[in-house]
């Protein structure tokens, strides 16, 4: 089975503190996601990748940078972290059009 | 107006009926992603369809490309079928982005 990982489920962060979201993926797909999730608003695209230190702004991206050195893993950063990027996020890979997601990580910024 | 349209936004159903959930799209796509998300956030992909119908269990889903829409049929719904049901849509173009529903919340009462 196709395993999308992340690093935790829950997290508390300070505001402005530098955060990291980590996802690994194990099946060697080319691309990575990552959205995040707000009521009302639905999943939402932060940053995608397509190969190993390639990256594209999605729909949201300001406020986060992301970083891919191995096909495997996807880094989200929060770069100053606010209480506005309080959420849940969540990392997918995906071979080609097929879709599986990790199981999400609840930030909140305090 | 959204992409992807979903209806109902919340459903409460009693065990055993027949759930329908419709999905409306206003692209043109090459794929439709039902997604399943339970409490604690971990998003499972059901379905992958591209055209005519797919049946895994109690789940059937189906699409008609000509009108852009697609339903997800639950037949005897159980308490545990209870979850947010998702609808993204992968746009023709090469992109390999979704593009999501509000997705449905879904209670089934024993």
């Known amino acids: 089975d196709v395993k999308v990982t992340q690093s935790s489920r829950y997290l508390v962060k300070r505001t402005g503190e530098k955060v990291f979201l980590e996802c690994v993926q194990d099946m060697d797909h080319e691309n990575m996601f990552w959205y995040r999730q707000d009521p009302g608003l639905g999943l939402r695209l932060i940053y995608f990748?397509?190969?190993?230190?390639?990256?594209e702004k999605g729909d949201i991206p300001e406020g986060y940078s992301v970083s891919r050195e191995k096909k495997e893993r996807f880094s989200l950063i929060l770069e100053s972290a606010s209480t506005n990027q309080t959420s849940m996020y969540l990392c997918?890979?995906?071979?080609?059009?097929?879709?599986?997601f990790g199981q999400g990580t609840r930030l909140t910024v305090v | 107006k959204n992409e992807v349209e979903q209806s109902p936004q919340n459903l409460t159903a009693q065990e055993g009926e027949f759930i329908t959930i419709n999905c409306s799209y206003s692209?043109?796509?090459?794929?439709l992603h039902w997604l399943q998300q339970h409490p604690g956030g971990g998003i499972v992909s059901l379905f992958m369809l591209s055209s005519g119908k797919k049946k895994h269990g109690r789940l059937i889903a189906t699409i008609n490309i000509q009108e852009k829409h697609s339903s997800l049929h639950i037949t005897a719904s159980h308490p545990r079928d209870s979850a947010v049901y998702i609808c993204a849509v992968v746009s023709q173009g090469g992109s390999e982005k979704l593009v999501f529903g509000k997705g449905m919340k879904l209670t089934v009462n024993p």
């Open positions: 990748s397509y190969d190993v230190k390639m990256k």
């Open positions: 692209v043109g796509i090459s794929a």
């Open positions: 997918a890979s995906s071979p080609s059009i097929g879709a599986f």
